[in-house]
């Protein structure tokens, strides 16, 4: 009787440990309002919707109606481009093709606050492998935090740990050469992305930062291409 109850605790701890593997997040149901920014790129040159610093010029081109976005050799960072508007909840849609690039984010800066580096509040990266949703308000870009850390190898891995629970990961394999389409949703303190019935989503307090007025993709290695841009304020 022990050995028959035993055993059915190890299948009932076995089916409790399969099925949290195997849960996904649940997509954002949102309301669309106000269409705050789009772009087709239909066009042949960028323009003023987008604001590209003087070294990273040779980095943005628009080719057949997609933006191309590149790294450029030795600039020290990678490619950034930025659109300037103000928003605070929002759900972001637009397609992106990897053709020999590396990773890109898609961040959400406020260029007023003083506390983060680079006014970075929250982003959204993608790598060939996957996706990650991320608050960098309260994480990686805090200046606080880092001037904390600095020569203490101690804080610095205490460091390294919060920061896992200030992002959320999906692992996804994307095929070069291939359109994807990505539906960002940041509402209060939640951030998510959804690509393909994939679903990462994080809730973390510096992502309710209350106001933003800056959007836009960092691009490293070799091209990768961006369509069909819409943003819309959440009702």
Do not use: P
């Given at each position: 009787?022990?050995?028959?109850?035993?055993s059915i605790l190890v299948i009932i701890f076995c089916f409790q440990l399969t099925a949290a593997q195997n849960k996904t997040d649940e997509s954002l149901k949102v309301k669309k309002g106000i269409l705050l920014f789009s772009d087709d790129f239909e066009r042949t040159e960028i323009g003023d919707k987008w604001?590209?610093?003087?070294k990273f010029l040779s980095g943005f081109s628009i080719e057949k109606g997609v933006l191309v976005a590149k790294e450029i050799k030795d600039a020290g960072h990678g490619s950034v481009t930025r659109a300037h508007?103000?928003?605070a909840d929002v759900l972001i849609e637009f397609d992106f093709k990897f053709e020999g690039g590396k990773r890109f984010n898609i961040v959400m800066d406020d260029s007023n606050c003083k506390?983060?580096?680079a006014g970075h509040i929250s982003r959204v990266s993608f790598s060939k492998m996957g996706f990650t949703v991320q608050d960098d308000?309260?994480?990686s870009?805090?200046?606080k935090l880092r001037n904390e850390i600095k020569g203490d190898p101690k804080k610095k891995a205490e460091f390294k740990k919060m920061l896992a629970?200030?992002?959320a990961t999906v692992k996804?394999?994307?095929e070069e050469g291939k359109f994807y389409h990505a539906v960002i949703t940041k509402k209060n303190a939640v951030l998510q992305c959804e690509i393909n019935g994939k679903i990462a989503t994080i809730k973390s307090e510096g992502i309710a930062h209350p106001t933003l007025n800056k959007f836009g993709p960092t691009v490293t290695g070799g091209n990768i291409m961006f369509d069909n841009f819409k943003i819309w304020e959440i009702e």
């Open positions: 009787m022990r050995k028959i109850y035993g604001e590209v610093k003087e508007f103000k928003y506390s983060v580096h308000k309260t994480g870009m805090n200046l629970s200030k992002k996804m394999k994307f």
